[in-house]
């Protein structure tokens, strides 16, 4: 009777190996990707804040070269040398309605 009870016993550890393996394996494998998970939405805030410094960035920039064309068409009327460069590199401003500075027709 010991015998049977012993057989019995190893042959059920035997089969519990294999899945306690298998589900440490997925166990291992979903970790990593966890971790996979985790590094890359670090990556995407990264990009997120470098993305606001660009934008803000561009504004200061785009707000600067404004007030620079703003200066250089004041200029254009007396002087000839900013009147070249308006000239040159069709710089034009928009009247603050959208509307392009042609007159309206009647």
């Known amino acids: 009777m ?3 009870n012993t057989s019995d016993s190893s042959s059920c550890h035997c089969t519990t190996w294999p899945l306690i393996t298998f ?3 997925m166990l291992v494998v979903n970790l990593v ?3 996979s998970i985790i590094q890359e939405s ?3 805030n990264q990009m997120a804040g470098n993305a606001q410094q660009a934008i803000a960035r561009y504004k200061l ?7 620079v064309a703003k200066d250089l068409i004041k200029l254009s009327g007396n002087n000839n040398e900013a009147k070249e460069i308006v000239t040159q590199f069709n710089i034009q401003m928009n009247q603050p309605n959208g509307t392009t500075g042609q007159p309206a027709k009647k």
Not at 61 to 67: A, H, P, Q, R, T
Request: avoid cysteine.
């Open 23 to 25: 589900l440490a394996a």
């Open 33 to 35: 990707q966890l971790v």
């Open 2 to 4: 010991n015998d049977q």
């Open 42 to 44: 670090a990556n995407v």
């Open 61 to 67: 920039v785009s707000d600067k070269l404004e007030n």
